[in-house]
């Protein structure tokens, strides 16, 4: 075990050595994240399709419970249950667009070295274009439920329930339930509960209060998650133990043109549509999945219905809801309906990133809205919604309860409807007739290839070197 | 499929070309073997310690359900549900003994290429003194539950339940239940039920009765297995199936000293002494295994003791039986005693390869015996047994029944007994205060890999080119 531990030491040190101008030390979250037993006790696994290219290479490292998907490469780190999904990796030829086109002269890969991602998900492609061929993840940890989106991060710390999304940020440290998606970010420190999206067009900013993330999604002395959110996800994972332990399981009653991850839990009473993707980690019950919707990784959708084309980003939570057609739900997102408190949310909206619905009472929002922020009650909704006709209104800035925004309200709706599109137009939500594939169609007949360390010897706890090629 | 039914029928015509003389065509065997279904259903295995050195390269292979362990390269080979077990090969610095000392230059590593093995056996280190570093099989096909023992193959075919022991074939037919153990043979074709050992010093030979075979290990017109058997090892293949759905299994009771392999059925009632070696495929019930046995892969013990230090070689199939202390059951051999007529064999006996007894009645084999061939009765013994001490006192040669020997019977018996020291050494047998470790020592703690092939596109049944490495 010492050449574990040695690797997970040298990984504080380099990150630290990166954030020490904050005098952060990452070494109390690692020592008190990581169970070394666990460590050597949980298998990696790696998914095969035709449809996508192969390349995994695994050196000393460990990757336990770990799952990786597309072109990759891991290197002197620590992967604990993490999802390393590269299944929107770009492909040679194609071209980025920034301010002069860039073709790619080979497939990219994600590149994890000398980091530690603990039951983090990496997703999407680079959206540096500096290093296109490269998604790149170096000296950095993350913690519990971290989302590390289309974002190369060198020397950073990512808090639990953080996202960076379509980002490259450089020395940083996000903090915990933090939304950043600000392009390029050198030596800063986003506090936490900071939900902050800013381009060349427009900025909006939201700060949840002190007091509500301590409720819902604080960390403790150790650094350790802990509130009502991490709760919420902890009680759940045991559910997800028997999905490990068996190699073949009955596949999900559904359509054709759907997939249901073998990795996801689906409990009694649910349904899927037509095009619907259920990724890995997601987490079904008595769950209406309408044509075209999907629940991407570490989402939960209990008792609710979602009418049809929705996206239920990575780690968005929706219980006793009822989602209207085409409405979005953001990262990280908690709509924590009640049986009698129940959540209803009208058609074409956008509930933002890192949104926390907590009713005492039955909660009704009306279609074509954005949604952001902490609601408890109806009053609630005066502070913490507008609708998109109104946003799109805004030529300059807006300032409602705890949001700023500033730029033109309908380059900032243009912008997000556009990229709701993409979205669904990558997860096969609009497959008709053999066109328009996506993952819904392309993420079937996944072969699933385990991996596990050395248990003995020198060096337990390590994967051996490992390199897949078609 | 296609690229899957193109590497079988390339394989066939290879081996075919090898083999023009004979008149031999392996198509029938092949296409009648083959289910393709099974062979996308199937995973494949690999196992890693920090005892054995690590490597293994898959190429442009099918590998369904097969175990691989020890340094191995496999290209352009559909190997079937079968075992390829490296942890005797030779290693860099050890020196073969021939007519001059040969040292290793590199570690052994069996190569298989352009080859089909379906549930075969592959086990020890190759005896070819030309390729020391390789265990070489190509351009060769393998029927049901053959053993490739320490032997390297070029253009052979061998039938079902052949053994081909410490040799080197070239362009060779092995029929159905064979046993060769001659050096170097080329362009022969092997009767069926032919035991056949020969070296500089003695020669042993006996051959089944056709009526015998017919019974109990035949093919038939598409050159598949029959006879009561192979219908004892289908009947009991299904119990081998759970230990396939489950990832993690409750481990066996077993002494620390002790190894038995996840991948063995152990049924109710089973005893497992120390330093005993229970390996993989495997298959035990109501069994007491005494100090320092072993049960090698695809053998059977069944409502039978072994009493302490017996070898159970690869395929030995031992039912309701009583074998005594130090007492060798060979390879394939078939002791189908039953609850009124059990068979019980004294102590420092020699059970030859691809022996038959199939009683009546009970069956008594005093100690320090040779026993060979087919019994049924009491009467069968005087043809097909001799004690240990008449035989060490041939000279010349000696005809009982149908095995005819000569050279000099202790020549014989002493390389035998030599044998089988080294095979109870080798699995740890003798382990005592840290001393003497062996297999049931060194092969527990093992992880296992799992790897599975593309299930659609171009390369559909084929699995990924897989490299792994300390």
């Given at each position: 075990m010492d050449q574990l531990k040695q690797l997970n030491d040298r990984i504080i040190s380099r990150v630290n050595i990166n954030l020490e101008e904050f005098g952060f030390d990452t070494e109390s979250f690692v020592k008190n994240s990581l169970e070394y037993d666990k460590m050597l006790k949980f298998y990696a696994f790696y998914g095969i399709t035709s449809r996508h290219p192969i390349y995994f290479h695994f050196k000393k490292s460990n990757l336990a419970g770990s799952y990786f998907f597309g072109k990759c490469y891991v290197?002197?780190?620590?992967?604990?249950?993490s999802d390393i999904r590269g299944d929107e990796l770009k492909r040679k030829g194609d071209t980025i667009r920034c301010s002069k086109n860039i073709p790619l002269v080979e497939d990219e890969t994600i590149t994890i070295k000398d980091s530690l991602l603990y039951k983090t998900l990496v997703h999407s492609n680079s959206h540096n274009p500096e290093s296109p061929e490269e998604f790149g993840i170096r000296n950095t940890i993350s913690a519990h439920y971290a989302n590390i989106h289309g974002s190369t991060l060198e020397g950073c710390f990512l808090g639990p329930f953080a996202t960076v999304d379509l980002m490259n940020l450089h020395?940083?440290?996000?903090?915990?339930?933090?939304?950043?998606?600000?392009g390029e970010l050198f030596h800063r420190k986003i506090d936490p509960g900071t939900v902050w999206i800013r381009n060349h067009n427009f900025e909006f900013k939201y700060k949840f209060e002190k007091e509500i993330l301590d409720d819902f999604v604080g960390v403790n002395s150790l650094y350790q998650p802990r509130g009502i959110i991490y709760d919420f996800v902890k009680e759940r994972e045991q559910d997800y133990e028997k999905l490990f332990d068996v190699v073949n399981l009955e596949p999900i009653d559904a359509p054709a043109t759907s997939a249901v991850s073998r990795y996801a839990v689906v409990l009694s009473k649910t349904h899927i549509g037509e095009n619907v993707l259920v990724a890995q980690s997601a987490f079904l019950d008595n769950a209406v999945m309408g044509d075209g919707s999907n629940a991407q990784e570490n989402s939960y959708i209990i008792h609710s219905t979602l009418v049809g084309l929705n996206v239920t980003a990575h780690g968005g939570k929706i219980i006793h809801s009822n989602i209207g057609f085409e409405t979005f739900v953001g990262f990280n997102s908690f709509l924590?309906?009640?049986?009698?408190?129940?959540?209803?949310?009208?058609?074409?909206?956008?509930?933002?990133?890192?949104?926390?619905?907590d009713p005492d009472v039955p909660i009704k929002i009306p279609g074509e809205h954005l949604i952001w922020g902490f609601i408890r009650s109806e009053d609630d909704l005066r502070n913490n919604t507008i609708s998109l006709d109104k946003l799109a209104d805004v030529r300059d800035s807006l300032r409602i309860g705890r949001m700023v925004f500033s730029g033109k309200g309908s380059v900032f709706i243009d912008g997000f409807k556009r990229r709701i599109s993409q979205i669904l137009l990558a997860n096969g939500a609009l497959f008709n007739n053999g066109e328009k594939r996506g993952h819904a169609q392309d993420d079937q007949n996944i072969s699933?290839?385990?991996?596990?360390?050395?248990?003995?010897?020198?060096?337990?706890?390590?994967?051996?070197?490992?390199?897949?090629?078609?």
């Open positions: 290197g002197r780190s620590t992967i604990y249950k020395s940083c440290i996000v903090g915990e339930f933090s939304y950043v998606q600000t924590n309906g009640k049986p009698d408190a129940t959540i209803d949310i009208g058609e074409g909206c956008i509930v933002m990133p890192h949104t926390i619905i699933f290839n385990t991996i596990q360390p050395y248990t003995t010897g020198e060096l337990n706890g390590l994967y051996p070197s490992i390199r897949i090629k078609p």
